[in-house]
């Protein structure tokens, strides 16, 4: 694996990246729109009002019991079968846990998961709130990018999109250096990356269903793209 390179830089990625380049007119006409749709999200969340109170002690608690075996006691999961949950956005955990279980009257859930639907469908409110602020306040192992010939690529894509496709930078929902926005888009930053693509996979196959945009995005992109993308991402700081 390639090791981090020590950078003051907040893109700073765990090697060193080709010299960046503007991106497009065009790609950053589809990164106005993407910020557009995502202040009108933002604005959405905080109009549902102040967010309920959290017991982190209890949501340590479950997580040793139910989560550790595959996410880690601290959220880090050991191997990129299971993705790492320190520090990731509280918010976003808990809309996961919901979208686990199907809706009353619905056949399947949102996000297809017959382990995590177990696991999601015996937690109450309360529970999945406690158990994403927990693991929201640790600390994040960060991953490392391991393949140069595809950095470069993934840096285009994260950075500017892809104009001739229709897909916009990930960077408009994702930020400059993957610390996503809570509810709604997860910090990507040193994700296992074969995690990420495994999802961008899902997404575009319709497995998972969680997000209209992001299997929009994803239906476009080839196998090469996603995995590109998805190795950049690991090795962001």
């Known amino acids: 694996m390639i090791r981090p390179a020590s950078s003051s830089s907040e893109q700073a990625v765990a090697f060193r990246q080709p010299v960046a380049r503007p991106a497009p007119r065009a790609a950053r006409g589809l990164a106005a ?5 995502l202040l009108a999200v933002c604005g959405a969340v905080q109009a549902q009002g102040a967010p309920k109170k959290v017991d982190l002690a209890k949501g340590q608690q479950i997580a040793s ?39 009353p009257g619905a056949k399947q859930a949102e996000r297809v998961n017959a382990i ?4 999601a469908s015996t ?11 927990y693991y929201a306040s640790q600390t994040k192992k960060p991953s490392a990018a391991k393949d140069k010939a595809l950095v470069e690529l993934g840096q285009q894509i994260y950075r500017g999109g892809i104009p001739g496709k229709q897909v916009p930078s990930c960077a408009g929902c994702h930020g400059p250096a993957g610390a996503g926005m809570p509810a709604q888009y997860p910090r990507l930053a040193g994700q296992w990356a074969e995690y990420t693509e495994s999802q961008l996979v899902q997404f575009r196959g319709g497995q998972r269903m969680n997000n209209a945009q992001m299997m929009a995005i994803s239906a476009r992109l080839s196998d090469r793209e996603i995995k590109a993308v998805a190795d950049y991402v690991a090795g962001l700081r």
């Not at 729109?33 to 749709?37: N, R």
């Not at 139910?66 to 509280?90: E, F, I």
């Open 65 to 103: 019991q139910a989560c550790a075996a595959c996410h880690g006691a601290d959220g880090n999961a050991t191997g990129p079968a299971n993705p790492k949950l320190a520090g990731q956005h509280a918010d976003y955990l808990y809309k996961q846990l919901v979208n686990f279980v199907p809706k």
């Open 116 to 119: 995590m639907m177990g696991f």
């Open 123 to 133: 937690l109450s409110d309360d529970d999945k709130r406690n158990v994403a602020a």
């Open 33 to 37: 729109l993407a910020a557009t749709v």
